[in-house]
Structures are given as structure tokens and as C-alpha cells.
């Protein structure tokens, strides 16, 4: 097993997962992955939600490098390519997510995008076997399993968490988003991680840079220690059908 595996352990004391969680390294030099063990490469191209996908359901190592990514969005929000004109006049989203061009040119806007240049690939891999040093941690969970984290991070901090999404490249939210900002993300998977990367109806995503992992684990602890665990425990309460069925039959039985 890997160097991380005593901090998945802790993860999913807290969460009990159904998938692995994913970190995530933004490569600079490709020659880097020639140290990276256990890296299996895919002989076709690929978007990269679902080199996250290979990661979290069969936990394997797997890298992609901007050649590779077939993710016009992921392309341009990770820095493997400048953005371009018909990017920045709202092409990408016109007549499909946007009526028109000034709300297209928004949605571009928004977007969370590393400086073109700086990385040239990415690689991911099941956190717990994995002996390289993540940039962030991806988690696939249920509303109840990301609203823990989300309790986590706030047992220090208090507030709130405020969430910004467009719904669709999720992976500005998630790794771009969080490269820039260091911080806490949450975000609804996009329409290609369904597609090709088998997110669930389900799935919320939690982004969590490799900085502040163990100060949500913490936190998790200590709320749990609090009485707000996960799974959530049910009040148990008397089923009063059964009760009155139950009275029924008892009074059959003496007739």
C-alpha cells in the first residue's frame, strides 16, 4: 500500500466511501512519470474524468499529458492550452447551455483557468496506494458524505461554505479552482463525468487540497465525537402500524 494509506484509513473512519478517493497531481515535467509506480498509460486518448474514474473504482495509477486529453474544456481550464478566440466569445457554450452570446461570454468568463504553460499532464491515482505527493484529494459521495466533509472543514473555521459552479467541466471547479484558490470545493459532476467517467445520479464532488486534508479529518473527529456521524442514525421510533396490527391479532386469537 501506499504512503497515504493511514490518511484514507482516516477519510473513510469518517465517510465510508463506495469509491476510492482520487489524488491528483498536476505534472510539469513529463518526465516525472517515468518515476511513478504502478503507472499503467492508455494506448487511446482520453477525457480526463476518466482517468479519475480508473482511479476511484479500480484504483489504479494512470497519467494523461495535454496530447493525450480529448476534454476541449479540461484543455483550456488546466493550461495545456491557451485559450482561444471562439472560447472567449462564448462558442463553446452558445445554444447549449446559453441563449446568447452575452450570456455565453459569462459562462466563459467564469471559468476557473491555470495560466497557460505551466503543467503539461496529470496524474491520479487511489490515494491510499499511491506513493507520490498529491496537489488535492477528489471525493465521489452522497449529499450526506459531503456534507460531513464540509462539517469538517468548518469546525476551526466556522461560516459557511459557498459553492460556484456552471454544471459543466467540472474539473475547473474541482482541480483548477482549488490549485488556485488552496481551498475547499464543492461541485456537482459535469455531463462528461456521467457520460464516459460513471458518476452517479447521486454523486456530489468534494475537492480537498492535500493542505488542509488533515485539518478536515479533524474536524470530522471531533463532530463525530459531537453526535453528527455518518451513516446518519435513524431515530428509532415504534412502528405504530405494527402496534395496532399487533392488537388486532390478539384479539382474533381470543375470539
Same mark, same amino acid.
Given at each position: 500500500?501506499?504512503?497515504? $494509506?493511514?490518511? $484514507?484509513?482516516?477519510?473513510?473512519?469518517?465517510?465510508?466511501?463506495?469509491?476510492?478517493?482520487?489524488?491528483?497531481?498536476?505534472?510539469?515535467?513529463?518526465?516525472? @512519470?517515468?518515476?511513478?509506480?504502478? @503507472?499503467?498509460?492508455? $494506448?487511446?486518448?482520453?477525457?480526463?474524468?476518466?482517468?479519475?474514474?480508473?482511479?476511484?473504482?479500480?484504483?489504479?495509477?494512470?497519467?494523461?499529458?495535454?496530447?493525450?486529453?480529448?476534454?476541449? @474544456?479540461?484543455?483550456?481550464?488546466?493550461?495545456?492550452?491557451?485559450?482561444?478566440?471562439?472560447?472567449?466569445?462564448?462558442?463553446?457554450?452558445?445554444?447549449?447551455?446559453?441563449?446568447?452570446?452575452?450570456?455565453?461570454?459569462?459562462?466563459?468568463?467564469?471559468?476557473?483557468?491555470?495560466?497557460?504553460?505551466?503543467?503539461?499532464?496529470? @496524474?491520479?491515482?487511489?490515494?491510499?496506494?499511491?506513493?507520490?505527493?498529491?496537489?488535492?484529494?477528489?471525493?465521489?459521495?452522497?449529499?450526506?458524505?459531503?456534507?460531513?466533509?464540509?462539517?469538517?472543514?468548518?469546525?476551526?473555521?466556522?461560516?459557511?461554505?459557498?459553492?460556484?459552479?456552471?454544471?459543466?467541466?467540472?474539473?475547473?471547479?474541482?482541480?483548477?479552482?482549488?490549485?488556485?484558490?488552496?481551498?475547499?470545493?464543492?461541485?456537482?459532476?459535469?455531463?462528461?463525468?456521467?457520460?464516459?467517467?460513471?458518476?452517479?445520479?447521486?454523486?456530489?464532488?468534494?475537492?480537498?487540497?492535500?493542505?488542509?486534508?488533515? $485539518?478536515?479529518?479533524?474536524?470530522?473527529?471531533?463532530?463525530?465525537?459531537?453526535?453528527?456521524?455518518?451513516?446518519?442514525?435513524?431515530?428509532?421510533?415504534?412502528?405504530?402500524?405494527?402496534?395496532?396490527?399487533?392488537?388486532?391479532?390478539?384479539?382474533?386469537?381470543?375470539?
Amino acid at each position: 500500500m501506499g504512503k497515504w $494509506e493511514d490518511l $484514507e484509513i482516516r477519510l473513510n473512519k469518517y465517510l465510508r466511501l463506495s469509491t476510492f478517493p482520487v489524488a491528483v497531481k498536476l505534472i510539469e515535467d513529463l518526465k516525472d @512519470l517515468e518515476n511513478v509506480k504502478f @503507472l499503467k498509460k492508455s $494506448e487511446n486518448k482520453l477525457a480526463v474524468c476518466q482517468l479519475f474514474s480508473y482511479a476511484r473504482y479500480y484504483g489504479w495509477t494512470m497519467a494523461c499529458d495535454k496530447e493525450d486529453n480529448l476534454c476541449p @474544456l479540461a484543455e483550456i481550464s488546466l493550461g495545456f492550452e491557451e485559450s482561444n478566440r471562439l472560447f472567449e466569445e462564448g462558442a463553446y457554450f452558445l445554444g447549449r447551455y446559453n441563449e446568447t452570446k452575452d450570456a455565453a461570454k459569462k459562462t466563459t468568463a467564469s471559468m476557473p483557468k491555470i495560466p497557460f504553460g505551466k503543467y503539461n499532464g496529470i @496524474l491520479s491515482g487511489a490515494f491510499g496506494r499511491v506513493e507520490f505527493d498529491p496537489d488535492i484529494i477528489l471525493i465521489w459521495g452522497n449529499s450526506a458524505q459531503i456534507m460531513r466533509i464540509i462539517q469538517g472543514y468548518l469546525w476551526k473555521r466556522g461560516g459557511r461554505v459557498s459553492m460556484s459552479t456552471f454544471c459543466d467541466g467540472v474539473c475547473a471547479d474541482t482541480i483548477s479552482n482549488a490549485i488556485l484558490t488552496g481551498d475547499l470545493q464543492i461541485a456537482f459532476p459535469c455531463l462528461g463525468d456521467r457520460r464516459f467517467g460513471m458518476a452517479l445520479d447521486t454523486d456530489l464532488i468534494a475537492s480537498i487540497p492535500m493542505g488542509i486534508v488533515n $485539518e478536515i479529518i479533524e474536524g470530522m473527529e471531533k463532530t463525530h465525537k459531537a453526535g453528527t456521524r455518518y451513516p446518519i442514525p435513524y431515530q428509532i421510533s415504534t412502528p405504530e402500524f405494527f402496534l395496532k396490527l399487533k392488537k388486532q391479532l390478539d384479539k382474533a386469537k381470543k375470539n
